[in-house]
């Protein structure tokens, strides 16, 4: 079956950087946008950043613009996040997420993503 695994949540001083790692199995999503959402305690699953499956397109929520850099691996069935500039605003659970078909574009809303992850958690000190 399909799993997305991701991997490289922590705790940072604000300030510092986290690269987060998606390993996708089951299936290839080459052709597939990911993304990464995230939800913190009381609020909504919010969109961060995604990409498009041949990684031309990516977009970003406004508070990470200039912080945030998501890329993705194809050979490697694998997206990842770059999180520089971390502040305690960003601590939430951090979730991968993958459509299960191909979409022109990088939608934001969490109800055009089928497969998701278990998330990692990502607590920035300040």
């Known amino acids: 079956q399909v799993q997305l695994v991701e991997s490289g949540g922590g705790l940072v001083q604000a300030g510092g950087s986290l690269r987060l790692s998606c390993a996708a199995s089951?299936?290839?999503?080459?052709?597939?946008?990911m993304a990464w959402f995230r939800q913190s305690p009381g609020k909504e699953r919010e969109f961060v950043a995604g990409?498009?499956?041949?990684?031309?397109?990516?977009d970003y929520v406004d508070s990470v613009k200039g912080r945030f850099t998501i890329s993705r691996d194809n050979a490697k069935n694998t997206v990842y996040l770059q999180m520089n500039s971390l502040n305690p605003e960003d601590t939430a659970v951090y979730y991968c997420?993958?459509?299960?078909?191909?979409?022109?574009?990088?939608?934001?809303?969490?109800?055009?993503?089928?497969?998701w992850g278990q998330g990692t958690q990502v607590t920035v000190s300040s």
């Open positions: 990409i498009s499956g041949s990684g031309s397109s990516a």
């Open positions: 089951g299936r290839t999503f080459s052709s597939n946008t």
């Open positions: 997420t993958a459509r299960a078909v191909s979409l022109t574009g990088v939608p934001s809303s969490k109800y055009n993503y089928d497969y």
